[in-house]
């Protein structure tokens, strides 16, 4: 049973993982993978910001960002 996972395999189960829960060997393989990948660490923290402010605007049908907001996120990302 293959347990490490590519970089690709890995970005594919952070991506699933907010349509869909993943499997326990997924979410091994992820773990398993975050931890010693940086960049996919990274990538998952973004993912992660994006869709909590995704969800945020979602509750507010007609919202939009202001460009202090805007700021603020690309800011939080690039500090991750």
């Given at each position: 049973?293959?347990?490490?996972?590519?970089?690709?395999?890995?970005?594919?189960?952070?991506?699933?993982?907010?349509?869909?829960?993943?499997?326990?060997?997924?979410?091994?393989?992820?773990?398993?993978?975050?931890?010693?990948?940086?960049?996919?660490?990274?990538?998952?923290?973004?993912?992660k910001i994006i869709t909590q402010r995704a969800a945020h605007l979602h509750e507010h049908t007609n919202a939009t960002l202001s460009q202090p907001e805007k700021e603020a996120i690309i800011q939080r990302i690039n500090a991750e």
């Open positions: 049973m293959k347990w490490m996972i590519t970089c690709k395999e890995a970005t594919n189960f952070i991506s699933l993982k907010e349509e869909r829960k993943l499997t326990v060997k997924q979410r091994i393989q992820l773990l398993l993978h975050l931890g010693i990948c940086s960049l996919c660490k990274l990538f998952y923290r973004q993912n």
